[in-house]
């Protein structure tokens, strides 16, 4: 079918490169609507409908035309009120669209009134995440924990996709009088229903295998760094970034997808970084936040996203080049807190700053730039890894104090432990045991707390 290429937009996202993107392209059209009420902010309603544009086009779906309307409330049968469904549907055919994606979650009457008014598919934000979810899970299971979410999202609104069955039947109550339409229903809903409880014991047995891998990490010396922060904000470029300064053998092979798009990867990896001159340390990359996360996502992905909440330090990336970039900030945060990994020591990772210098608020700016938990860098470049990695080291250490260490010949670890992460000050062989004077951090006080000389 030849699409008509009209340039109708009441509200343009959309830049140049979009158009790029879908050249050559048979990419559905589709058509964005946003509703404020009074008490909608119009910076943060902006920021929903150019990330609802961006979120479209990572759905390899091109944006053809955006409407909004502004009520004091959501309409309930049809969320915009049927005036505005009314030229939404003249709109629709006007620029031969497909679908039509709202920038809000609807519920399941609000879809049936709309798709049966406009006669083409209706796909709100939180289907849209999934679909682009469901499009890149790349793992067993990242894969069936978004079928779990789907599935999740899907049972309360399957009345609305089967509003087309009959539903005639005795008024007994009875199973055997119920209509064809109810009797589908029901089916569907017991066949959702089991494959719910499938997915949740093989994910249960998958979580159990990785809670096995996580107590041996835990069991070791080395440091645990999570990742976190917005979607695209450069989590895997910085991870990338890191694998190359520490010269990694077979590089090709572990380092993460990076693109210049909203949610390009989705599974959770964990790479060792060693880079010489610092301590070692096991760096995890986690999916990325998005301003109104869809629950049912945060409570499937909750077991990868637990890399963050036993991490010993967050490295929270930050699109220093987004003009939003606060608000990244805040929606990271909230994240963290509902999943629980609100009280880790957070390094505020502000990548992405080489594109701001010169911009007037940032004339002096000059990277890479430390100041207290912040850094300003720019990990596509490579320039503050080293910085970033010495932050890390005086996080973890946090401030040294002076302590002393009687410990046993037979632990020859814990003696190499010391004296590699610590400020030896005196050294002493005893009958028994070595005697170690060191300013040392809090991870190695913590550690070898057990030889720690008493007192008394």
């Avoid at 008490?39 to 053809?64: G, H, K, P, W, Y």
């Amino acid at each position: 079918m030849n699409k008509k290429n009209t340039n109708y937009k009441e509200t343009t996202y959309s830049t140049d490169q979009n158009a790029e993107y879908f050249e050559g392209k048979d990419a559905p059209y589709a058509i964005l609507v946003g509703l404020t009420s009074g008490s909608t902010d119009d910076d943060r309603f902006q920021r929903s409908m150019r990330e609802l544009n961006e979120l479209t086009i990572a759905c390899d779906i091109e944006v053809v035309g955006t409407i909004t309307q502004s009520l004091p409330h959501p309409d309930n049968a049809t969320f915009i009120g049927s005036g505005k469904v009314e030229e939404l549907y003249n709109l629709i055919k006007m620029l031969d669209a497909d679908i039509v994606i709202v920038s809000d979650t609807l519920s399941p009457v609000q879809i049936r009134n709309l798709e049966r008014a406009l006669d083409t598919e209706v796909m709100d934000r939180t289907g849209l995440i999934l679909q682009i979810f469901a499009s890149r899970a790349k793992t067993k299971e990242a894969k069936m924990q978004v079928e779990y979410a789907q599935l999740q999202f899907m049972l309360p609104r399957l009345a609305g996709m089967r509003s087309e069955l009959s539903r005639q039947g005795g008024g007994s109550g009875r199973l055997s009088n119920k209509g064809a339409g109810e009797k589908k229903l029901e089916l569907d809903r017991r066949r959702i229903e089991h494959r719910m409880a499938e997915l949740r014991r093989e994910l249960s047995e998958i979580e159990h295998e990785r809670q096995v891998q996580r107590s041996k990490r835990m069991r070791s010396d080395i440091a645990r760094v999570s990742l976190v922060g917005y979607t695209n904000a450069g989590k895997s470029t910085l991870l990338n970034a890191m694998l190359e300064a520490g010269h990694t053998e077979d590089i090709d092979k572990k380092v993460v997808m990076q693109k210049d798009m909203l949610f390009a990867t989705l599974d959770t990896t964990v790479r060792r970084i060693e880079i010489p001159g610092h301590d070692p340390f096991l760096l995890s990359d986690t999916v990325g936040f998005i301003d109104e996360l869809p629950t049912t996502l945060v409570k499937a992905f909750r077991s990868t996203l637990a890399e963050a909440v036993y991490a010993d330090i967050l490295l929270m990336v930050i699109d220093f080049s987004d003009e939003d970039y606060m608000a990244q900030i805040e929606v990271t945060q909230k994240t963290l807190a509902e999943i629980g990994a609100q009280s880790i020591p957070i390094i505020y990772v502000f990548n992405k700053a080489d594109l701001v210098i010169g911009n007037a608020e940032h004339a002096s700016m000059t990277i890479p730039h430390v100041r207290g938990d912040r850094i300003y860098m720019s990990a596509e470049n490579k320039i503050g890894i080293d910085e970033l990695v010495t932050l890390i080291e005086h996080t973890l250490e946090g401030e040294k104090t002076e302590c002393e260490f009687m410990i046993p010949y037979s632990d020859g670890e814990a003696i190499h432990a010391i004296t590699k992460s610590a400020e030896i000050l005196e050294t002493e062989y005893l009958k028994d045991c070595t005697y170690i004077k060191a300013r040392a951090g809090k991870k190695i006080v913590a550690a070898y707390s057990a030889y720690l000389k008493s007192d008394n």
